[in-house]
């Protein structure tokens, strides 16, 4: 909808019932749209935002049924009303029209005040879904906002939404189930908003104090999204995704089968996505020393083993995401970082400025490792790799002898 005024198209190939309906919508200060055949009418409706479509079923090229069918089944357009306008009224008609996902039926011949009753009705509904795409895209932009506050979960969100779909589909949930486990992957943590700085960016453990209020950002979440009707199926899962089987985790201390099946698949991807990054108190885990970290804590009665289990299938099935580590090179020139083809093929002056990098954040962190590599994006296991890289020292600047792999204890997953 372009300045209050509604976009219809219409697909249909006998000119003079198309000027006709054109005529009655532009009457009502409607925009309209004119296409003569099915195939046109698909390309239309990618090509620019449409609101309401009337597609006649019996067109060349592309019958309406068809038409329709497609514009249903791509997300992007699936929610636009397809009205199908037919001189055909027995019953497999309106069936198959029903299957392809029309909004509603017109028979030939057209009256007018029918016709516009009908586009009323269906514009009002597009009006009503496009405040509440509105809504779910302002939610999931908040949510990717405060992710973005933090280098170390870069792409923390996207990763879930798509592990935790995929492994619902695995287990066979529902189109309803599997869409509310992507949603929950961006909008899991949203409740952060309400959670001071610096306790959300804090480099060290949390005081008691701290970590009380940390823990209310599952509550908060779900107030924040409980308005949205559309993420009722979302709201537990946002609630629940700190919870442990055996009752110790928050904000309800739930146990076993209290714990909603969703919440407790969204569970083990985050905890896999935070053990194969790294994060300010640890460096990032290989795929299987993540998957035998998860299963020890599943042991322990945190984590759904059989769920563990079915994860761990769907890993070997597909490649899981890399870790979100973004490289100095990339840091300092992506599009250089591509042509070199990553650090190990980057030409000198790249490693030089590199270099360069790193030497400016320790010395401005006086020495300090682990903040250094925060500034820079980048893990601190990658810092030391980059140091022994060097050879110890560098411009005047020395550094301490880099163990082979330093083991950090993590912090509980928050």
Known sequence: MENGQSTVLIAEDNEAIRELMGEWLRQQGHRVLAVEDGEEAIQTVLAQPIDLAIFDVMMPRRSGFSACRAVKARPETRLVPVVLVTGLENREDRVQGIECGADDFLYKPLHREELLARVRSLLKLKQFTDELENAELVICSLALSIEAKDPYTNGHCERLAKWAEALGRRLGLTEEQCVALRRAGVVHDIGKVAIPEPILLKRGPLTAEERAIMQLHPVMGERICAPLKSFRAVLPIIRHHHEKLDGSGYPDG????????AARILQIVDVFDALTTDRPYHAAFSRDEAL????????RGWWDAGLVTEFEGLLGDRKAPEPAQRSVLDLLNPQAAATAGGLNGAVPRLRDL?????????VSTQGDKQLAAHRLGIG????????KEYEGSAEGVSFPAVKEKEVLCPQPHM
């Open 380 to 387: 601190r296991s990658t810092l030391y790799r980059k140091l």
């Open 292 to 299: 035998a970290a998860i299963k020890q804590e599943a042991e």
């Open 354 to 362: 590199e270099r360069e990098a790193v030497i400016r954040a320790l």
């Open 254 to 261: 739930l146990r076993g089968e209290q714990i909603p099946r």
